[in-house]
């Protein structure tokens, strides 16, 4: 559910940032431009997430024969496909406009890059562990909340021109209370499998269980302090 969560959060993405660019540049009249555009964010999920779907349901995968051909031909496909949309491009050229429709052209891929690399690696952090999700989310949403609290209350030096509202006070406390706040959170969660252990596919019952060992990166562990430091506190 969260990985069909993170889809629609990355189309809506898509289609603001590329919505920006047409309504620039509509007037043009640039043929083929939104078209092309989801054609290549297709193209592009469908081999991001074949990927994923191969790695976390190999088994499944290999054991469906339609499925089995496609996992074996995945990156062929996925080229053939994102080369078709490069003829695409190429025959959709207006020559009055060339340099136009390749500014556009970059355009559509530098939003590919950004939008859809960071959905894929999230929903990789999904399979790895629902601490990989939840802590940087919830480090997210509580930045943004403290960072006003304190802005809000004790906010006297502006941060920067862009956004005059923000101001250092509320930087510097946002950023104190997210750490804390992150370090607690990893804690309490580190103590919980369903939170820590990898999603795994399970082949005889068809479905995900989450259970595993703890690693280490999960476990309490005792440091000594350095000498240095001994000195500097006095313990």
């Given at each position: 559910?969260?990985?069909?969560?993170?889809?629609?959060?990355?189309?809506k993405c898509?289609?603001?940032?590329?919505?920006?660019?047409?309504?620039?540049?509509?007037?043009?009249?640039?043929?083929?431009?939104?078209?092309?555009?989801?054609?290549?964010?297709?193209?592009?999920?469908?081999?991001?997430?074949?990927?994923?779907?191969?790695?976390?349901?190999?088994?499944?995968?290999?054991?469906?024969?339609?499925?089995?051909?496609?996992?074996?031909?995945?990156?062929?496909?996925?080229?053939?496909?994102?080369?078709?949309?490069?003829?695409?491009?190429?025959?959709?050229?207006?020559?009055?406009?060339?340099?136009?429709?390749?500014?556009?052209?970059?355009?559509?891929?530098?939003?590919?890059?950004?939008?859809?690399?960071?959905?894929?690696?999230?929903?990789?952090?999904?399979?790895?562990?629902?601490?990989?999700?939840?802590?940087?989310?919830?480090?997210?949403?509580?930045?943004?909340?403290?960072?006003?609290?304190?802005?809000?209350?004790?906010?006297?030096?502006?941060?920067?021109?862009?956004?005059?509202?923000?101001?250092?006070e509320g930087?510097?406390?946002?950023?104190?209370?997210?750490?804390?706040?992150?370090?607690?959170?990893?804690?309490?969660?580190?103590?919980?499998?369903?939170?820590?252990?990898?999603?795994?596919?399970?082949?005889?019952?068809?479905?995900?269980?989450?259970?595993?060992?703890?690693?280490?990166?999960?476990?309490?562990?005792?440091?000594?302090?350095?000498?240095?430091?001994?000195?500097?506190?006095?313990?």
């Open positions: 559910v969260l990985a069909v969560q993170v889809m629609c959060v990355q189309i898509f289609h603001e940032i590329i919505t920006i660019g047409y309504n620039v540049y509509h007037s043009y009249d640039l043929p083929w431009f939104r078209t092309l555009s989801w054609y290549f964010l297709l193209c592009v999920n469908y081999f991001f997430y074949g990927e994923t779907v191969t790695d976390y349901f190999f088994t499944l995968v290999q054991r469906e024969e339609p499925l089995r051909i496609l996992s074996k031909y995945h990156r062929f496909i996925s080229f053939a496909l994102y080369l078709t949309g490069f003829c695409m491009f190429v025959l959709s050229l207006v020559k009055k406009h060339y340099r136009l429709q390749f500014y556009m052209f970059g355009w559509t891929h530098v939003t590919l890059l950004i939008v859809v690399t960071q959905s894929h690696l999230i929903i990789h952090n999904l399979f790895e562990g629902m601490i990989w999700f939840i802590v940087p989310i919830s480090c997210v949403i509580c930045n943004d909340i403290m960072a006003y609290m304190f802005g809000f209350f004790f906010g006297r030096t502006p941060l920067i021109k862009l956004s005059p509202k923000k101001t250092w930087f510097i406390g946002g950023f104190f209370s997210t750490v804390l706040f992150g370090l607690l959170l990893s804690y309490v969660m580190s103590g919980y499998r369903c939170f820590t252990c990898p999603v795994e596919f399970n082949n005889d019952t068809n479905s995900f269980t989450v259970d595993c060992e703890p690693s280490e990166l999960f476990q309490l562990q005792e440091y000594n302090i350095p000498v240095l430091l001994h000195s500097v506190l006095g313990w």
